[in-house]
């Protein structure tokens, strides 16, 4: 994996900024080798575009990073979205303000969430693919459509919930239990669901963020062994693993797993910078365990969408979930925001306020 | 792996024989490495035990094998049954008769499947750990109690139905297609289930049998590849994959799957064997597609029993099953019947009639 710490990425920044005079866009330079560096992106600057008939123009002032980034710029087609080119706009979804409207359904000053791309404006006709939401009247702050209220939430509870068949005092163990998705599903496992979550993080300030999210245990996958912190911990094994990492955390869990215990593939974040690839030496563990690993994948669960968004909003009215969100300041920094994700850096869900903005503004 | 002809198990027994006259048994004399050789196993001869009150004398006829034999060998506790150490008598299940009861739910006369081990007489208390049923009265041999109407019969139902949650007109794959499970779950997933089952076998003679057994197409891994084949036979992708070997098939198989698609892991027979032990490459592609792979242990399935033999009974009297044995006649060959399973030498049910009575007999 090539490198480039985060200063590059400051540096690479310090002459840009944004303002409501044009359209400032982040675009695909070059396919990325590793992590993201400065020179696979592009800074460009049009026109606001005006809306034609049945288009709305939309002005963007939060944007969500999710590590499937990487992977649109490399144009691999992940996740169902259109495959990028050199020179196209990067995808990511973000929370956006209608501020112009030639569309039947969409009205001026409704708030939406949906896909923006890095970019500060955006004239859309609201197509499917595009998959827009209004953001609910619930009194939460709408900044939230990038993360809990959004399809990170989506994640978090469709993944626990619709795969991982959660029981009352299951042992389950999180790993990337302080990243957007896992910052969630470690709250809503022990405060909605009675599972003891074991988490797994990077470094003593993550390991103390999930302890107050939702974890009872902690463990500092950096600096501890998660096979003998496992065996300690829960020596009776373990009935849930929620799998935000892949690899080596993946090939510790099915170590341990409990007769009929249940896998969630999630995410593989440790995997998706490595070459070769990870090769998994003891899935044969699911059999002998007769345990169901169930692959998650958000979009085919679009349809609980208004459900799961009332049932995260109500939990976080009850104190049963505390949303975080990692924010960067300023659409500049995006690139940044980026790099940060695949460093580990980010606690909670990594975001962007394009304008600096105040997450609780909007 | 080390390998050893089956000549070499032909010599072995050439000096053997049972009568009624004493017990015969063959025990562990040392742990396999690799496939077994002759000088794993030990020839016993000891007197006939008589019961005391509780227990039964049971005269084995049939004897099923199981590539899990391997691993009693090698005295890694496999499948929840007591780890055996050299001189004990290596473990398998059989048909046979109450000869002797003192037992006041056991009958003399009654024919019964469980755990006989590698002997020609029991004594028994009949005890939950051995998994004892009576063989049913509908009309069929007694000898399917070691394949159809057996463990083998339950792994094929319940690793179908229970786990792979069919669906008419799934694309379905299933290697070791020719096998005990195999040629079980090929004639059920097609004709019951209303599957279209590509089947992999191993040679000419076993894709012909395939053919006439469920399979619509037949792939031979020992001349054809297995992935260019399953392109070209369903360009579409699988919905179900039923694998009963794992390793690169397995590998080859997740790279194809749908949206939603399900994997059945019952068995893994290429790997059990292997050292290195393989390293699947694609795991990620269970998250990618959402599959739930489903690990699959017959024994989780003991409480299906008479629902799933009435099951299979009505469908071998529909002809809707045809059950297959492989049988090798007389107890002294156990040791080549079970080299013959890891050679892949046999076409379904490997099973050997102690005594060499007809299948038919019982």
Redesign the interface.
């Known amino acids: 994996m090539n490198s480039a710490p985060l200063e590059v990425f400051t540096a690479f920044a310090a002459d840009k900024w944004i303002d409501d005079e044009a359209n400032y866009q982040w675009r695909v330079a070059a396919r990325p080798v590793g992590n993201v560096v400065p020179t696979d992106f592009t800074w460009s600057v049009t026109d606001i575009p005006q809306p034609s008939e049945g288009e709305v123009l939309l002005k963007t002032h939060y944007l969500g990073l999710a590590p499937v980034m990487r992977f649109y710029m490399q144009g691999t087609g992940a996740a169902r979205e259109a495959v990028l080119q050199p020179g196209d706009v990067i995808h990511g979804r973000g929370v956006a303000q209608v501020i112009k409207s030639r569309h039947p359904d969409w009205h001026e000053g409704e708030i939406v969430q949906g896909q923006m791309g890095w970019q500060t404006y955006k004239l859309s006709k609201m197509t499917e693919q595009e998959k827009f939401f209004r953001m609910p009247q619930n009194g939460l702050p709408a900044a939230l459509g990038t993360g809990a209220l959004g399809m990170t939430g989506l994640s978090a509870h469709a993944g626990l919930f619709a795969c991982g068949d959660p029981k009352e005092g299951d042992q389950m163990v999180l790993s990337g239990a302080a990243g957007g998705v896992g910052s969630i599903v470690s709250q809503i496992a022990a405060n909605v669901a009675g599972c003891n979550v074991i988490g797994i993080a990077g470094g003593p300030e993550k390991c103390r963020f999930i302890l107050d999210h939702g974890c009872s245990q902690a463990i500092d996958y950096k600096s501890e062994d998660i096979g003998s912190n496992l065996d300690e911990r829960c020596p009776q094994g373990i009935d849930l693993y929620f799998d935000n990492v ?1 690899g080596e955390t993946l090939e510790a869990c099915l170590e341990r797993l409990r ?2 215990s249940r896998v969630v ?4 974040i440790s ?1 998706y910078t490595r070459d070769p ?1 990870f ?19 958000v979009y ?1 669960h679009l349809h609980r969408w208004h459900k799961v968004m009332d049932e995260l909003a109500g939990w976080i009215h009850e104190g049963k979930l505390q949303p975080i969100q990692d924010v960067e300041q300023g659409f500049q920094h995006m690139p940044r925001a980026l790099a940060n994700l695949y460093y580990g850096g980010n606690v909670g869900k990594q975001c962007c306020s394009v304008r600096g903005e105040p997450t609780e503004w909007l």
């Open positions: 892949g007769l009929g593939l999630c995410g593989s995997e690839p090769k998994l030496s003891n899935y044969t563990r699911v059999r002998a365990t007769e345990t169901r690993m169930q692959g998650f994948f085919n």
